[in-house]
């Protein structure tokens, strides 16, 4: 089966989707977002967007800790980041080490991470989010917050006919008995860190190295499986975008 890959052009192509919104801005990134390899940037309103391809974990939490610093010092607006992992299986710091099974494959790393949450595996054909966010500008809220990054991925799975919803105590995106969406924040002075990994096609055989999230009375699900037909990715992230300029925008401006 060949895994489905975002790619540059596909991000590219975003420009097209958000050339006539109100307060969008394509081009060179702010100065102060030149230690990333930003490979496209979009800004709608008060929110940057970034793509940033493949890239791996550790280079991409020290992106996250950078840009962190730059809120917390009121130097750069808020920024969401998109991009793909290598594979790898990442520990929430609380997590139970022994969710990671003995079979799992080798062929990813293995992370300690400082996010919240349990195990949870990273990798191509999955689109991961991370958005670094004040939410002083917003509602001083981890509830909300989590309720909000929920509501963008069920808003965007809902335009691919996908019914996803919430279950009851835990957190994450799920249809049915099925997680799709895993979840995983870390909070600083209010500015928000890690995000979100929504399956779109990834090699689900990586799961099976695991208990997903130390939940063994669930399973995990991907678009492609759900509706059997590949998805392009400048559509999944046009969608995502579109969801968190609304939420945030509509609440920034309350």
Excluded at 122 to 151: A, C
Excluded at 163 to 192: D, F, M, P, Q
């Amino acid at each position: 089966m060949r895994q489905f890959i975002f790619s540059m052009k596909n991000f590219l192509n975003l420009n097209q989707n958000f050339s006539r919104t109100p307060n969008y801005v394509n081009g060179k990134a702010p100065n102060e977002l030149s230690f990333m390899k930003i490979l496209n940037f979009i800004k709608i309103d008060s929110i940057n967007f970034v793509w940033l391809g493949t890239i791996d974990y550790s280079i991409a939490w020290d992106y996250q800790k950078k840009i962190h610093k730059l809120i917390q010092d009121n130097k750069i607006n808020d920024t969401i980041l998109f991009l793909e992992h290598p594979h790898v299986y990442t520990f929430g710091k609380n997590a139970d080490k022994n969710n990671l099974l003995p079979s799992y494959n080798k062929l990813a790393d293995v992370i300690q991470s400082d996010r919240g949450g349990e195990i949870t595996y990273h990798g191509p054909g999955q689109l991961v989010v991370y958005p670094i966010i004040n939410l002083s500008r917003y509602k001083k809220s981890i509830t909300w917050y989590i309720n909000t990054i929920e509501s963008v991925i069920i808003d965007t799975l809902r335009k691919y006919k996908i019914n996803a919803s919430r279950k009851s105590g835990l957190t994450g995106v799920w249809v049915e008995e099925e997680k799709i969406a895993a979840i995983g924040v870390r909070l600083s002075k209010w500015i928000t860190m890690h995000g979100f990994a929504l399956n779109v096609r990834p090699d689900m055989q990586f799961y099976k190295g695991m208990i997903p999230c130390g939940i063994f009375e669930y399973g995990i699900t991907s678009i492609f499986e759900l509706i059997n037909k590949k998805i392009d990715s400048n559509d999944i992230m046009k969608d995502l975008i579109r969801q968190f300029s609304n939420n945030l925008r509509d609440l920034n401006e309350v």
